[in-house]
């Protein structure tokens, strides 16, 4: 079974690792700076094999040249290979590869941005208490999701509906600790959701003591995450008194809902 670690760096940002248990051999995913790395590798001993990028923000692919030493592989989508440094191995939608003897599938994710992509580990223990991993990068946020700095409103739903559709005891290890305030809208959305009001006791007594808000899961997320609820009563009764009587008349379907809500966000 794959342990992950997360390390800090920048104001928010999770540097993921990944290794096995007793071994040296490890992953990051997206390092952002190359500093915290190394010092998490020095003082626990490790031996970087590989990275997984999500998308070229700086704070996603900044310390990549620096960790890139011979012989680690670098992992990004192809069609983005212009804008992330030091690639070794270009993937796309459905590239499966081996991580440390575990099966990654790579799932196209545009939205935040075009060429954004997330990995997916299924099968990360053969025993019925398997929690697969999803590396989410900015696209799923724990009760929330990334802005959309380059995709549509409607590729970024169907992104985040793909996701959706993953194993709701799927382990989600997101880029950023948002969670808190994304908590704060997602409870102006659905003020009567109990899941919710659990989840924010939960993680602002997590985040008193420092300590992350991730991995959430998928079903945490679904029952939790307004952007992936946009079809429950309560969220549409909400966006409707945001939206005015004209764009009310126009939503026909869930990717409208979508965009009414991602823009309410933006503004709040
Ligand atoms: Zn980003």
């Known amino acids: 079974m794959l342990e992950v670690h997360p390390i800090t760096a920048f104001n928010d940002n999770y540097i ?5 248990p007793n071994q040296q051999n490890c992953w990051v995913v997206d390092p952002g700076d190359a500093a915290p790395v190394q010092d998490y590798l020095t003082a626990n001993n490790l031996n970087l094999e590989g990275i997984l990028l999500t998308h070229h923000h700086y704070d996603h692919i900044d310390g990549v040249t620096k960790l890139a030493k011979q012989g680690v592989q670098v992992v990004g989508f192809a069609k983005d290979s212009q804008r992330l440094p030091a690639l070794t191995k270009p993937v796309e939608e459905g590239t499966t590869f081996e991580l440390l003897g575990y099966a990654v599938k790579v799932m196209e994710v545009p939205g935040h941005t075009l060429g954004h992509i ?4 299924e099968g990360n223990d053969r025993k019925e208490t398997n929690q697969p991993l999803l590396f989410s990068g900015d696209t799923l946020f724990a009760a929330g999701c990334g802005r959309m ?3 549509t409103a409607e590729q970024m739903q169907a992104s985040l509906q793909s996701l959706a559709n993953l194993p709701p005891a799927t382990q989600v290890f997101a880029a950023h600790e948002y969670t808190l305030s994304n908590l ?8 009567n959701n109990a899941a919710l009001q659990n989840r924010m006791t939960q993680c602002t007594q997590l ?3 420092q300590q992350p ?10 029952a939790t ?3 992936l609820r946009v079809t429950q009563p309560e969220v549409l009764a909400s966006l409707k ?13 869930p990717a409208e809902a979508f965009k009414l809500l991602r823009s309410w966000k933006d503004k709040a």
């Open 16 to 20: 993921w690792l990944i290794k096995a």
């Open 118 to 121: 997330v990995y997916f580990i």
């Open 149 to 151: 700095f380059e995709g």
């Open 184 to 191: 704060k809208f997602a409870l102006e959305v659905e003020p």
């Open 207 to 209: 985040r008193a003591t």
């Open 213 to 222: 808000t991730l991995p959430s899961t998928l079903a945490v997320e679904l």
């Open 225 to 227: 995450n307004p952007f």
């Open 241 to 253: 008194t945001q939206t005015k009587e004209a764009d009310w008349a126009n939503l026909t379907n």
